[in-house]
Protein backbone atom coordinates (compact mmCIF):
# COMPACT_ATOMS: atom_id res chain seq x y z
CA UNK A 1 0.00 0.00 0.00
CA UNK A 2 2.64 2.54 0.46
CA UNK A 3 3.46 2.45 -3.11
CA UNK A 4 0.51 3.87 -3.43
CA UNK A 5 2.25 7.15 -1.96
CA UNK A 6 2.65 10.13 -4.57
CA UNK A 7 6.06 12.46 -5.00
CA UNK A 8 5.72 15.76 -3.23
CA UNK A 9 6.52 18.96 -4.62
CA UNK A 10 9.81 19.84 -3.61
CA UNK A 11 10.15 23.18 -1.84
CA UNK A 12 11.06 25.81 -3.74
CA UNK A 13 14.03 27.23 -1.64
CA UNK A 14 15.36 24.29 -0.89
CA UNK A 15 15.95 23.78 -4.58
CA UNK A 16 17.55 27.83 -4.78
CA UNK A 17 19.88 26.33 -2.43
CA UNK A 18 20.69 23.31 -4.55
CA UNK A 19 20.93 25.21 -7.33
CA UNK A 20 23.27 27.96 -5.66
CA UNK A 21 25.67 25.53 -4.46
CA UNK A 22 25.81 23.79 -7.74
CA UNK A 23 26.62 27.25 -9.39
CA UNK A 24 30.31 27.05 -10.27
CA UNK A 25 30.80 31.46 -10.84
CA UNK A 26 32.88 32.80 -8.52
CA UNK A 27 30.67 35.81 -7.82
CA UNK A 28 27.22 34.58 -6.43
CA UNK A 29 25.28 35.79 -3.68
CA UNK A 30 22.34 33.59 -1.97
CA UNK A 31 19.50 35.64 -0.91
CA UNK A 32 17.33 32.67 -0.54
CA UNK A 33 16.76 30.95 2.75
CA UNK A 34 15.40 32.86 5.62
CA UNK A 35 18.56 32.74 7.80
CA UNK A 36 20.51 34.96 9.64
CA UNK A 37 23.85 35.79 8.18
CA UNK A 38 26.61 38.10 9.64
CA UNK A 39 28.34 40.19 7.48
CA UNK A 40 31.07 36.55 6.55
CA UNK A 41 27.83 35.07 5.61
CA UNK A 42 27.95 33.05 9.51
CA UNK A 43 24.99 32.20 11.32
CA UNK A 44 26.57 32.92 14.44
CA UNK A 45 25.71 31.23 17.98
CA UNK A 46 24.83 33.79 20.22
CA UNK A 47 27.21 34.72 22.85
CA UNK A 48 24.34 34.75 25.38
CA UNK A 49 23.09 31.12 24.28
CA UNK A 50 26.79 29.93 24.40
CA UNK A 51 27.29 31.41 28.13
CA UNK A 52 23.70 29.57 29.34
CA UNK A 53 24.63 26.02 27.76
CA UNK A 54 28.35 26.20 29.65
CA UNK A 55 25.99 26.72 32.88
CA UNK A 56 23.80 24.13 32.00
CA UNK A 57 26.26 21.85 31.46
CA UNK A 58 27.60 22.48 34.44
CA UNK A 59 24.14 22.24 36.28
CA UNK A 60 21.79 20.14 34.82
CA UNK A 61 20.95 16.70 36.81
CA UNK A 62 19.13 15.05 34.54
CA UNK A 63 17.28 14.48 30.97
CA UNK A 64 14.35 12.99 32.43
CA UNK A 65 11.05 14.00 30.78
CA UNK A 66 9.98 17.82 31.28
CA UNK A 67 6.25 18.91 31.83
CA UNK A 68 3.98 18.62 28.55
CA UNK A 69 4.32 22.25 28.41
CA UNK A 70 7.59 22.32 28.79
CA UNK A 71 9.62 23.98 31.44
CA UNK A 72 7.46 26.78 33.01
CA UNK A 73 10.46 29.51 33.18
CA UNK A 74 10.44 29.30 29.21
CA UNK A 75 6.52 29.94 29.19
CA UNK A 76 7.11 32.57 31.76
CA UNK A 77 9.84 34.37 29.66
CA UNK A 78 8.33 34.29 26.61
CA UNK A 79 4.81 35.74 27.64
CA UNK A 80 6.80 38.97 29.09
CA UNK A 81 8.79 39.15 26.14
CA UNK A 82 5.78 39.38 23.40
CA UNK A 83 3.00 39.99 25.43
CA UNK A 84 4.63 42.09 28.00
CA UNK A 85 1.74 43.26 30.78
CA UNK A 86 -0.87 43.60 27.74
CA UNK A 87 -2.78 40.74 29.37
CA UNK A 88 -2.76 39.58 32.97
CA UNK A 89 -1.02 36.41 33.33
CA UNK A 90 -4.26 34.29 34.54
CA UNK A 91 -5.67 34.47 31.01
CA UNK A 92 -2.77 33.17 29.16
CA UNK A 93 -2.52 29.54 28.84
CA UNK A 94 1.25 28.38 27.24
CA UNK A 95 3.10 25.72 25.92
CA UNK A 96 6.69 24.94 24.05
CA UNK A 97 6.13 23.19 21.14
CA UNK A 98 8.65 22.33 18.36
CA UNK A 99 9.86 25.84 16.86
CA UNK A 100 7.81 28.59 15.71
CA UNK A 101 6.31 25.89 12.97
CA UNK A 102 5.13 23.67 15.67
CA UNK A 103 2.99 26.68 17.52
CA UNK A 104 1.48 27.29 14.19
CA UNK A 105 0.47 23.63 13.67
CA UNK A 106 -0.91 23.02 17.06
CA UNK A 107 -2.91 26.60 16.92
CA UNK A 108 -4.12 25.00 13.56
CA UNK A 109 -5.26 22.10 15.58
CA UNK A 110 -7.10 24.14 18.19
CA UNK A 111 -8.95 26.49 16.27
CA UNK A 112 -10.39 23.29 14.82
CA UNK A 113 -11.29 21.73 18.22
CA UNK A 114 -12.63 24.67 18.82
CA UNK A 115 -14.97 24.89 15.81
CA UNK A 116 -14.64 22.24 13.42
CA UNK A 117 -15.82 24.39 10.93
CA UNK A 118 -13.70 26.84 10.96
CA UNK A 119 -12.05 29.17 7.59
CA UNK A 120 -8.86 30.07 8.20
CA UNK A 121 -8.08 33.78 6.53
CA UNK A 122 -4.31 34.61 5.63
CA UNK A 123 -2.85 37.78 4.25
CA UNK A 124 -2.18 37.22 -0.14
CA UNK A 125 0.76 36.62 0.16
CA UNK A 126 2.14 34.78 3.61
CA UNK A 127 4.75 32.35 4.74
CA UNK A 128 3.80 29.62 1.98
CA UNK A 129 4.02 26.92 4.89
CA UNK A 130 1.02 28.60 6.73
CA UNK A 131 -0.95 27.19 3.44
CA UNK A 132 0.72 24.43 3.21
CA UNK A 133 0.10 23.26 6.68
CA UNK A 134 -3.33 24.10 6.30
CA UNK A 135 -4.15 22.26 3.27
CA UNK A 136 -2.38 19.19 4.47
CA UNK A 137 -4.69 19.82 7.68
CA UNK A 138 -7.96 19.98 5.21
CA UNK A 139 -8.50 23.40 6.83
CA UNK A 140 -10.36 26.16 4.49
CA UNK A 141 -9.27 29.40 4.01
CA UNK A 142 -9.38 32.51 1.95
CA UNK A 143 -6.76 35.28 1.60
CA UNK A 144 -7.30 38.89 2.11
CA UNK A 145 -5.34 41.25 0.13
CA UNK A 146 -2.29 42.71 1.98
CA UNK A 147 1.03 43.50 -0.22
CA UNK A 148 0.45 46.02 -3.02
CA UNK A 149 2.97 45.49 -5.59
CA UNK A 150 2.79 48.34 -7.13
CA UNK A 151 3.60 50.13 -4.17
CA UNK A 152 5.53 47.66 -2.44
CA UNK A 153 3.61 48.09 0.49
CA UNK A 154 0.76 47.13 2.29
CA UNK A 155 -2.48 47.54 0.74
CA UNK A 156 -5.01 47.73 4.07
CA UNK A 157 -8.23 48.97 2.20
CA UNK A 158 -7.81 46.23 0.22
CA UNK A 159 -7.54 44.05 3.58
CA UNK A 160 -10.10 46.07 5.38
CA UNK A 161 -12.47 45.08 2.37
CA UNK A 162 -11.83 41.64 2.08
CA UNK A 163 -12.19 41.39 5.82
CA UNK A 164 -15.56 41.94 5.42
CA UNK A 165 -16.18 38.77 4.68
CA UNK A 166 -15.43 37.28 8.04
CA UNK A 167 -17.92 34.76 9.49
CA UNK A 168 -18.76 34.69 13.48
CA UNK A 169 -15.90 32.01 14.78
CA UNK A 170 -13.05 32.82 11.32
CA UNK A 171 -9.43 33.12 11.90
CA UNK A 172 -7.63 35.77 11.13
CA UNK A 173 -3.73 34.65 10.57
CA UNK A 174 -1.50 38.04 11.08
CA UNK A 175 2.20 38.21 10.90
CA UNK A 176 3.14 40.29 14.46
CA UNK A 177 6.07 42.35 12.82
CA UNK A 178 8.72 41.74 9.61
CA UNK A 179 6.06 40.30 7.46
CA UNK A 180 7.29 37.17 5.86
CA UNK A 181 7.59 37.38 2.41
CA UNK A 182 7.27 40.78 1.76
CA UNK A 183 8.89 42.92 4.47
CA UNK A 184 5.72 45.71 4.74
CA UNK A 185 4.02 45.89 7.95
CA UNK A 186 0.92 47.16 9.36
CA UNK A 187 1.11 49.82 11.55
CA UNK A 188 0.04 50.17 15.04
CA UNK A 189 -3.21 52.04 14.39
CA UNK A 190 -3.82 49.43 11.50
CA UNK A 191 -3.68 46.76 13.88
CA UNK A 192 -6.14 48.39 16.07
CA UNK A 193 -8.51 49.18 13.03
CA UNK A 194 -8.05 44.65 12.67
CA UNK A 195 -8.82 44.21 16.40
CA UNK A 196 -11.84 46.41 16.00
CA UNK A 197 -13.03 44.41 12.67
CA UNK A 198 -12.68 40.75 13.91
CA UNK A 199 -14.19 41.89 17.56
CA UNK A 200 -17.13 42.87 15.60
CA UNK A 201 -17.34 40.11 13.35
CA UNK A 202 -16.75 37.67 16.21
CA UNK A 203 -13.64 36.46 14.65
CA UNK A 204 -10.48 35.42 15.86
CA UNK A 205 -6.78 36.62 15.68
CA UNK A 206 -4.06 34.66 15.47
CA UNK A 207 -0.90 35.99 15.48
CA UNK A 208 2.55 34.48 13.92
CA UNK A 209 5.62 36.40 15.27
CA UNK A 210 8.95 34.78 14.48
CA UNK A 211 11.42 37.65 13.96
CA UNK A 212 10.65 39.94 17.33
CA UNK A 213 13.68 42.44 17.24
CA UNK A 214 15.05 42.17 13.59
CA UNK A 215 12.30 45.10 13.07
CA UNK A 216 11.80 48.36 14.62
CA UNK A 217 14.00 46.82 18.32
CA UNK A 218 12.10 44.33 20.74
CA UNK A 219 9.23 46.49 21.89
CA UNK A 220 8.28 47.99 18.93
CA UNK A 221 7.79 44.76 17.13
CA UNK A 222 5.47 43.13 19.72
CA UNK A 223 3.11 46.50 20.10
CA UNK A 224 0.52 44.92 17.19
CA UNK A 225 0.67 42.02 19.28
CA UNK A 226 0.21 43.48 22.41
CA UNK A 227 -2.57 45.79 21.34
CA UNK A 228 -4.55 42.72 19.43
CA UNK A 229 -4.33 40.50 22.38
CA UNK A 230 -5.72 43.26 24.44
CA UNK A 231 -8.76 44.70 22.74
CA UNK A 232 -9.39 41.16 21.80
CA UNK A 233 -11.25 39.10 24.04
CA UNK A 234 -9.51 35.28 22.66
CA UNK A 235 -6.65 34.85 20.63
CA UNK A 236 -3.89 33.16 19.38
CA UNK A 237 -0.15 33.63 19.22
CA UNK A 238 2.98 31.47 17.56
CA UNK A 239 6.18 32.72 18.89
CA UNK A 240 9.63 31.29 17.35
CA UNK A 241 12.60 31.80 19.02
CA UNK A 242 14.95 30.46 15.87
CA UNK A 243 15.67 33.69 15.08
CA UNK A 244 15.79 35.82 17.47
CA UNK A 245 17.74 33.86 19.65
CA UNK A 246 20.02 32.05 16.71
CA UNK A 247 18.52 28.35 17.61
CA UNK A 248 16.89 27.16 14.38
CA UNK A 249 18.05 23.52 14.99
CA UNK A 250 17.49 23.80 18.57
CA UNK A 251 12.99 23.93 17.23
CA UNK A 252 12.06 25.82 20.51
CA UNK A 253 8.89 28.07 20.05
CA UNK A 254 5.49 28.47 22.24
CA UNK A 255 2.02 28.73 21.26
CA UNK A 256 -0.16 31.05 23.86
CA UNK A 257 -3.99 30.99 23.84
CA UNK A 258 -5.38 33.85 25.38
CA UNK A 259 -9.02 33.63 26.88
CA UNK A 260 -11.11 36.15 28.86
CA UNK A 261 -11.07 34.49 32.09
CA UNK A 262 -8.82 31.99 34.42
CA UNK A 263 -11.03 29.23 34.34
CA UNK A 264 -11.37 29.57 30.77
CA UNK A 265 -7.76 29.55 30.69
CA UNK A 266 -7.59 26.55 32.67
CA UNK A 267 -9.35 24.65 30.02
CA UNK A 268 -7.06 26.15 27.55
CA UNK A 269 -4.21 24.96 28.83
CA UNK A 270 -5.72 21.14 29.45
CA UNK A 271 -6.07 21.40 25.56
CA UNK A 272 -2.66 22.52 24.56
CA UNK A 273 -1.43 20.02 26.84
CA UNK A 274 -3.24 17.29 25.28
CA UNK A 275 -2.61 18.60 21.76
CA UNK A 276 1.52 18.08 22.43
CA UNK A 277 0.61 14.34 24.13
CA UNK A 278 -1.33 13.47 21.03
CA UNK A 279 1.26 15.23 18.41
CA UNK A 280 4.64 14.71 19.90
CA UNK A 281 4.16 14.31 23.72
CA UNK A 282 6.79 16.79 25.16
CA UNK A 283 8.25 19.73 23.40
CA UNK A 284 11.69 19.60 22.84
CA UNK A 285 13.83 21.11 26.04
CA UNK A 286 17.53 22.00 25.40
CA UNK A 287 16.66 25.31 22.98
CA UNK A 288 13.34 26.24 25.22
CA UNK A 289 15.67 26.04 28.58
CA UNK A 290 18.31 28.24 27.42
CA UNK A 291 15.70 30.63 26.35
CA UNK A 292 14.30 30.54 29.66
CA UNK A 293 17.55 31.19 31.67
CA UNK A 294 18.84 33.70 29.54
CA UNK A 295 15.04 35.65 30.10
CA UNK A 296 15.17 35.30 33.75
CA UNK A 297 19.01 36.36 34.31
CA UNK A 298 19.63 40.59 34.09
CA UNK A 299 23.24 40.14 32.87
CA UNK A 300 22.76 36.79 30.29
CA UNK A 301 19.67 38.78 29.21
CA UNK A 302 21.12 42.27 28.44
CA UNK A 303 23.86 40.57 26.32
CA UNK A 304 21.16 38.54 24.01
CA UNK A 305 19.30 41.88 23.68
CA UNK A 306 22.26 44.04 22.66
CA UNK A 307 23.64 41.77 20.06
CA UNK A 308 19.84 41.67 18.54
CA UNK A 309 20.54 44.90 18.64
CA UNK A 310 23.42 45.06 16.17
CA UNK A 311 21.70 42.15 14.15
CA UNK A 312 18.67 44.37 13.92
CA UNK A 313 21.05 47.75 13.27
CA UNK A 314 23.07 45.68 10.60
CA UNK A 315 20.19 44.64 8.87
CA UNK A 316 18.87 48.02 8.59
CA UNK A 317 21.80 49.63 7.33
CA UNK A 318 21.77 46.96 4.52
CA UNK A 319 18.56 48.14 3.94
CA UNK A 320 19.49 51.99 3.51
CA UNK A 321 22.98 51.42 1.85
CA UNK A 322 20.69 49.65 -0.90
CA UNK A 323 18.12 52.00 -1.63
CA UNK A 324 20.98 54.67 -1.18
CA UNK A 325 22.57 52.81 -3.96
CA UNK A 326 19.38 51.95 -6.15
CA UNK A 327 18.38 55.90 -5.95
CA UNK A 328 21.74 56.45 -7.77
CA UNK A 329 21.64 53.88 -10.20
CA UNK A 330 17.86 54.44 -11.25
CA UNK A 331 17.79 58.08 -10.84
CA UNK A 332 14.35 57.63 -8.89
CA UNK A 333 12.88 56.80 -5.25
CA UNK A 334 11.15 53.69 -7.19
CA UNK A 335 12.91 51.06 -4.32
CA UNK A 336 12.93 53.42 -1.42
CA UNK A 337 10.24 50.73 0.34
CA UNK A 338 13.66 48.74 0.44
CA UNK A 339 14.38 51.51 3.37
CA UNK A 340 10.76 51.43 4.63
CA UNK A 341 10.23 47.65 5.03
CA UNK A 342 11.40 45.71 8.37
CA UNK A 343 12.54 42.27 9.45
CA UNK A 344 14.92 40.10 7.35
CA UNK A 345 12.70 39.79 4.12
CA UNK A 346 11.58 42.41 1.11
CA UNK A 347 9.72 41.57 -1.58
CA UNK A 348 11.03 43.51 -4.97
CA UNK A 349 7.77 43.21 -7.06
CA UNK A 350 9.76 41.93 -9.96
CA UNK A 351 8.31 39.01 -12.08
CA UNK A 352 9.67 35.74 -12.26
CA UNK A 353 11.12 36.26 -15.66
CA UNK A 354 13.16 39.16 -13.79
CA UNK A 355 14.28 37.05 -11.09
CA UNK A 356 15.47 34.17 -13.47
CA UNK A 357 17.49 36.98 -15.11
CA UNK A 358 19.19 37.93 -11.95
CA UNK A 359 20.62 34.43 -11.46
CA UNK A 360 21.37 33.90 -14.86
CA UNK A 361 22.72 37.19 -15.93
CA UNK A 362 24.25 38.16 -12.24
CA UNK A 363 24.34 35.19 -9.99
CA UNK A 364 21.69 36.29 -7.76
CA UNK A 365 19.88 33.98 -6.12
CA UNK A 366 16.14 34.92 -4.58
CA UNK A 367 12.55 33.18 -4.16
CA UNK A 368 10.69 33.84 -6.99
CA UNK A 369 8.41 35.93 -5.92
CA UNK A 370 11.25 38.35 -5.38
CA UNK A 371 11.69 38.16 -1.94
CA UNK A 372 14.85 38.60 -0.86
CA UNK A 373 16.92 37.81 2.40
CA UNK A 374 18.59 41.13 3.48
CA UNK A 375 20.56 39.25 5.73
CA UNK A 376 22.35 37.36 3.37
CA UNK A 377 23.88 40.34 1.44
CA UNK A 378 27.18 42.59 3.05
CA UNK A 379 28.67 46.10 1.81
CA UNK A 380 30.02 44.36 -0.78
CA UNK A 381 27.29 42.69 -2.33
CA UNK A 382 24.75 45.51 -2.02
CA UNK A 383 26.05 47.34 -5.20
CA UNK A 384 25.98 44.08 -7.37
CA UNK A 385 22.70 43.84 -5.77
CA UNK A 386 21.72 47.20 -7.37
CA UNK A 387 23.43 46.69 -10.04
CA UNK A 388 21.55 43.64 -11.09
CA UNK A 389 17.83 45.29 -9.85
CA UNK A 390 18.57 47.91 -11.89
CA UNK A 391 19.63 46.23 -15.06
CA UNK A 392 16.51 43.58 -15.29
CA UNK A 393 14.23 46.66 -14.06
CA UNK A 394 14.28 48.14 -17.40
N1 LIG B 1 6.39 31.85 10.93
C1 LIG B 1 7.01 32.55 10.01
C2 LIG B 1 6.30 33.68 9.36
C3 LIG B 1 8.32 32.23 9.64
O1 LIG B 1 8.94 32.95 8.71
C4 LIG B 1 8.96 31.15 10.29
C5 LIG B 1 10.36 30.78 9.93
N2 LIG B 1 10.64 30.65 8.59
C6 LIG B 1 8.26 30.45 11.27
C7 LIG B 1 6.97 30.83 11.56
C8 LIG B 1 8.77 29.27 12.03
O2 LIG B 1 10.08 29.08 12.24
P1 LIG B 1 10.66 27.89 13.08
O3 LIG B 1 9.72 26.73 12.99
O4 LIG B 1 11.97 27.60 12.46
O5 LIG B 1 10.77 28.37 14.49
Known amino acids: MLKELQPQPKDKILMLMEMFKADP ?130 DFDGMVADLDGLKAGDVVLLHGCCHNPTGANLTLPEFKKVAEILNAK ?46 YRERAGVLMAIQEDAAKTAVAQGTLNHLNRQNFSFPPDHGARLVGMILADDALKADWMAELEEMRLGMLKLREQLAEELRKLTGSDRFGFIAQHRGMFSRLGLTPEQVEKMREDHGIYMVGDSRFNVAGLNEKTVPLLAKAIAAVDK
Request: charged letters at 20%; glycine letters at 10%; proline letters at 6%.
Open 25 to 154: REQKVDLGVGVYKDANGVTPVMRAIKAAEKQLWETETTKSYTGLAGDPAFAAGMRELVLGDAVPADRVAAAATPGGTGAVRQAFDLVRMANPDVTVWVSAPTWPNHVSILKHMGIPTREYRYFDDETCAV
Open 202 to 247: GAIPMIDIAYQGFGDGLEADAAGVRHVVSACPESLVAASCSKNFGI
